[in-house]
């Protein structure tokens, strides 16, 4: 595939980073030392930005729309017949105090759905109990370590959730049930699912830029969360680029 500009991508995996917000992909896009070209796509979605061979998208806040976005980026990559290798879902997140302090970075070897359930008089279940679709996806193991070598990143499921948490409760009760849960957003499930929908592995990286728990604005540092994330990919990129799409389990 071409650049926006005409000139061939040079990455010989084509990687599509989704994040939710505009000053999450500009963090991303200070990672690399090419320019930024624009490249338009269906509708609404937001166009992509082409940096190092690698497309950055703004997929927006929240499950539902960031699959639409990440679905719609997919699907005019495959049309064009430049499909992608890779999926990455990134940004800031909240950690679990204390495994995921404010300032770390986070990995997902399982992505999980926290909310899509029943309340029950027994508690939650969730839907795949219910006898409906999936909740969790997990990257590719090899590659999941290999991030986490080259970042010094912490490995352990990243929650997604519709509803942020803002109570202590709701934090100790997510714990309970997800004893390896080390952030929350409100994205990574929902990239997954697009990216599962076309057969292409995801990987979720998270900067802490807040203790998940009572929302405490003046303990949020996203300045330093944002800075993490940049000088993350700044050591990953090598990585993602080596990385063999055909190894997607070990």
Known sequence: MTSAEGFPDTAAVRVLVATAVPAERDAVA?????????VPLPGRTPALHRVGGHDLLVAGVGPALAA????????????????????????????F????????????????????????????????????????????EALVRELAAASGARTGTVLTVSTVTG???RAAELRLRHPRALAEAMEGFAVAEAAAAHGVP???LRAVSNPVGPRDRAAWRIGDALAALTEAFGKLVPVLESWNPHDRTH
């Open 30 to 38: 200070r990672a690399f030392a090419s320019a930024v070209h624009e």
């Open 202 to 204: 995801v990987v979720e």
């Open 97 to 140: 105090q204390p495994d995921a302090p404010v300032g770390s970075l986070v990995v997902a070897d399982e992505i999980t759905v926290a909310d899509l359930g029943a309340d029950t008089a027994d508690g939650f279940v969730p839907v795949t109990e219910l006898g409906f679709g999936t909740v969790s996806h997990r990257p590719p």
């Open 68 to 95: 639409a976005s990440t679905a719609t980026a997919l699907t005019a990559a495959a049309l064009g017949g430049a499909p992608y290798d890779l999926v990455v879902s990134a940004g800031i997140a909240g950690g």
């Open 167 to 169: 109570t202590a409760a």
